[in-house]
Every structure is written in C-alpha cells, then in structure tokens.
C-alpha cells in the first residue's frame, strides 16, 4: 500500500525557516505531481506549492518568494523550504501525490492504479 510520511514540523519564530519532507513508500511506478497543502484552524484546505513529474514549480501568492518545492534526487521524496515565516504560516501541512501505482501479477506483467495520495499531516507554527 502506497503512503506518504511528513516530517520537519515544529515550533519557530517569525523570521524563521523550517523544511518540510515527504517520502512515499510502496510500489510506486510513477509520481506525476506532488503538492503541499495547508489547513489553518477554522479554515479551508489550500494549495501551497506544487511541482510535476518535469520540476515546474508552482506556488499560492502568499508564499511565493518565500516557499521552494523541490524534488529529492531520489524519485519518492519532495520538500518545502519555508523562509521568511509569519504567524499566517501556522496550519498543518499534508503532503499530496498523484501517482501510479502497481501490483505485480506475475509473468513481467504489471496492473497499474492512478491514485492520489495524502499524508497525515505535520504542524507548523509561527509564534514568537
């Protein structure tokens, strides 16, 4: 079963950065597009940034010079450099793929699955 685990949440000052990485395990032929999103209390999810399979990046306008998404060297890994936090940063931030994934039937035979994918969430919070 294909899943995405985050990490690099935690507690910083205004001003400061945090790096965020998402890893996806599982049988996973292709990632097309990852993305970060963002859920503030009492408020909707949003996109942050996104990047697909060729490197575009592409950010929300409240975080643009600021945020970079990036692909790992390794295929199943992406970050987010945020720089330049604010209180307005603060939400919880969940990794999502979409991605092929595939079961083995045997004989070199492969079933493939488009899939979209979410993790489970890290917190981040801007506080002096």
């Known amino acids: 079963q294909v899943q995405l685990v985050e990490s690099g949440g935690g507690l910083v000052q205004p001003g400061g950065s945090l790096r965020l990485s998402c890893v996806a395990s599982?049988?996973?032929?292709?990632?097309?597009?990852w993305a970060w999103f963002r859920q503030a209390p009492g408020k909707q999810r949003e996109v942050v940034a996104s990047?697909?399979?060729?490197?575009?990046?592409n950010y929300t306008d409240s975080v643009k010079g600021r945020f970079t998404i990036s692909r790992g060297n390794a295929e199943n890994t992406v970050y987010l450099q945020m720089n330049s936090l604010k209180p307005e940063d603060t939400a919880v931030y969940y990794c999502?793929?979409?991605?092929?994934?595939?079961?083995?039937?045997?004989?070199?035979?492969?079933?493939?699955?488009?899939?979209?994918?979410w993790g489970q969430g890290t917190q981040v919070t801007v506080s002096s």
């Open positions: 599982g049988n996973i032929l292709n990632i097309f597009t």
């Open positions: 990047i697909t399979h060729n490197g575009m990046p």
């Open positions: 999502h793929a979409d991605l092929s994934e595939y079961e083995d039937l045997g004989e070199d035979k492969l079933r493939t699955y488009d899939r979209n994918i």
